[in-house]
């Protein structure tokens, strides 16, 4: 399996010099085995790195919650309008809102000039539950309270024998001994990382999480390398080389997530 950051930025796009090393889209990351690509999130990283040669015939999408940064690079997502494609998109259920109202919201006419739901070509939409199979993964989900309004979904995706663990938009809390658990031993742990613990003591209870709490997640986890992800919009390249830093000094198989950079496992 082959695992593909197309944006690796929380809250906002950003762009400039200071922000080249790592990227300025928003969440996306694109997972490739066998004939079957899943998309977590799509936020603007979806719209920039989406080459063609880069997907497969099978394109499952899977959302992790619906903040607008992980779902504004949807509307202009071309593997949703073209021809040769089976898709499909899996999403939470909170309650009243789900894929479906995710994509209304997008396709309110004084934010957007057309319809996605009218636009994409066969999509079939599914909740998400608590373990399920697409083509050729395994998907395992775990709820958690920890990101404001409706929560965030944890997935720990399986393929091929290896196993990727995605905690985006997730602050460490109380349901920590849950989470190192539904982590157990993965191959590789992407971990949000949005705030330093500096910042964080301005920010506890805003979902996210610092660089050295995910760290010692990969270390009670057992997890065999971290990538650290959704970096704050005003963190620059040499900001997150400091969070890479003192988060390998805990985990030493530590990097950060880059716009374009893979991880075959
Ligand atoms: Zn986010
Ligand atoms: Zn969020």
Not at 193 to 221: C, D, L, N
């Amino acid at each position: 399996m082959e695992i593909r950051f197309l944006g690796v930025r929380g809250s906002c796009p950003v762009s400039g010099a200071r922000f080249k090393k790592y990227g300025g889209n928003t969440t996306s990351i694109l997972i490739n085995s066998s004939n079957t690509s899943l998309v977590i999130d799509a936020g603007t990283g979806i719209t920039k790195l989406a080459e063609r040669e880069n997907f497969r015939e099978n394109v499952v999408f899977l959302f992790t919650h619906y903040h607008l940064d992980h779902i504004l690079g949807l509307p202009f997502a071309f593997l949703l309008y073209s021809e040769g494609y089976r898709r499909k998109m899996y999403g939470p259920d909170f309650g009243n809102f789900s894929v479906r109202e995710a994509l209304d919201v997008l396709s309110n006419p004084r934010l957007l000039p057309f319809k996605v739901s009218e636009k994409m070509l066969e999509t079939h939409l599914f909740p998400v539950s608590e373990k399920f199979e697409v083509e050729n993964f395994r998907v395992l989900s775990l709820y958690s309270r920890n990101h404001p309004l409706d929560g965030i979904m944890l997935y720990r995706i399986e393929a091929e024998g290896k196993s990727v663990g995605i905690a985006t938009d997730y602050e460490v809390g109380e349901d920590l001994p849950q989470v190192v658990e539904f982590f157990s031993g993965v191959d590789l742990l992407i971990h949000d990382a949005q705030y330093t613990e500096e910042e964080y003591r301005e920010r506890k209870g805003y979902g996210h999480s610092t660089e050295i709490m995910a760290a010692e997640m990969a270390v009670k986890t057992g997890a065999k390398r971290l990538v650290l992800f959704h970096f704050d919009p005003f963190h620059t390249d040499s900001e997150v080389d400091l969070q890479q830093l003192r988060a390998a000094r805990l985990f030493p198989a530590t990097a950060a997530a880059r716009e374009g950079m893979s991880i075959k496992l």
